[in-house]
């Protein structure tokens, strides 16, 4: 069984930061991808950044300049900085992994979520 467990979400003022963490437990032979999704009330979920296993980086339009994923292989863990936080970015962050638990095919899995507040 795998399962995903976010951390470092909380209440910041506008301008500030935060440092999330996502780390990947359970019987895992590959990571294909990470990624950091939020959904905020009344809205679409969205993408927000994603890592690759080779490297390849995506961001959403809104966080670019702002926001840094990266990601530790030998943790199974990936991290979101996000700086200069505006009340925009306030919503629930959603971590993702797309892995091989067995060697025959991969599979999707998502963690429970942490709030992100941002203050004005």
């Known amino acids: 069984q795998v399962q995903l467990a976010e951390s470092g979400g909380g209440l910041v003022q506008s301008g500030g930061s935060l440092r999330l963490s996502c780390v990947a437990s359970?019987?895992?032979?590959?990571?294909?991808?990470m990624g950091w999704y939020r959904q905020a009330p009344g809205k679409q979920r969205e993408l927000v950044a994603s890592?690759?296993?080779?490297?390849?980086?995506n961001y959403a339009d809104s966080v670019k300049g702002r926001f840094t994923i990266s990601r530790d292989n030998a943790k199974n863990t990936a991290y979101l900085q996000m700086n200069s936080l505006k009340p925009e970015d306030t919503a629930v962050y959603l971590c993702?992994?797309?892995?091989?638990?067995?060697?025959?095919?991969?599979?999707?899995?998502w963690g429970q979520g942490t709030q992100v507040t941002v203050s004005s």
């Open positions: 993702s992994s797309r892995l091989y638990s067995g060697y025959k095919s991969w599979s999707d899995y």
């Open positions: 359970g019987t895992i032979f590959r990571i294909v991808a």
């Open positions: 890592i690759n296993a080779g490297g390849g980086i």
